[in-house]
T-cell receptor, first 114, second 118 residues
Framework: QKEVEQNSGPLSVPEGAIASLNCTYSDRVSQSFFWYRQYSGKSPELIMSIYSNGDKEDGRFTAQLNKASQYVSLLIRDSQPSDSATYLCAVIAPVSGNTGKLIFGQGTTLQVKP | GAVVSQHPSWVICKSGTSVKIECRSLDFQATTMFWYRQFPKQSLMLMATSNEGSKATYEQGVEKDKFLINHASLTLSTLTVTSAHPEDSSFYIC??????????????FGPGTRLTVL
């Protein structure tokens, strides 16, 4: 089982719809969770961080964390064609292992169609 | 805030030469910096982790004598690709970790350096 799992997609949604991106992780002691957006040929950009159970909203983005289910998601409301990118879920590796490094999922490609 | 710069943004060099890439955190002090490599259509691959004033920790399979990392200060880390060969051609990306309080660690990426070795 991979440490961080995402559906590679592509996930296709019409413009204006809600895009829902999902991620599961294997290590129960993980405490810090991140969503990055990566456009083709560019470096990743941090869009959300979440550390506590529940929802965290920032503009059109909402991150949801459920530690009991080991599940973190990202919702994008009113999706725009400019949101088309690969979304990377990342978890900080437990301190007992490789200290502090990010463990990435394989990324979900989102396509927002006009 | 939380801006990370890289220089150069792209470089073309001849086989056998060395290339140095700089990574700077512009508006925060980075407790830790990371170097990644990404080939086309592939995932990010962590090469090494560096802390200011100490030796870098390399991931398995990454040659430390080929990829020299110097973390001179809390805002600057450099990666030198020594004796570069065409197979080293890739997109090299650094990132810097900003610590906020005791629990919150956010990691910000530089724009990347595209290396082409002829």
């Amino acid at each position: 089982q991979k440490e961080v799992e995402q559906n590679s997609g592509p996930l296709s949604v019409p413009e204006g719809a809600i895009a829902s991106l999902n991620c599961t992780y294997s290590d129960r002691v993980s405490q810090s969770f991140f969503w990055y957006r990566q456009y083709s040929g560019k470096s990743p950009e941090l869009i959300m961080s979440i550390y506590s159970n529940g929802d965290k909203e920032d503009g059109r983005f909402t991150a949801q964390l459920n530690k009991a289910s080991q599940y973190v998601s990202l919702l994008i409301r009113d999706s725009q064609p400019s949101d088309s990118a690969t979304y990377l879920c990342a978890v900080i590796a437990p301190v007992s292992g490789n200290t502090g490094k990010l463990i990435f999922g394989q990324g979900t490609t989102l396509q927002v169609k006009p | 805030g939380a801006v990370v710069s890289q220089h150069p943004s792209w470089v073309i060099c001849k086989s056998g030469t060395s290339v140095k890439i700089e990574c700077r955190s512009l508006d925060f002090q980075a407790t830790t910096m990371f170097w990644y490599r990404q080939f086309p259509k592939q995932s990010l691959m962590l090469m090494a982790t560096s802390n200011e004033g100490s030796k870098a920790t390399y991931e398995q399979g990454v040659e430390k004598d080929k990829f020299l990392i110097n973390h001179a200060s809390l805002t600057l880390s450099t990666l030198t690709v020594t004796s570069a060969h065409p197979e080293d051609s890739s997109f090299y990306i650094c990132s810097a970790r900003r610590r906020r309080g005791s629990s919150f660690n956010e990691q910000f990426f530089g724009p990347g350096t595209r290396l082409t070795v002829l």
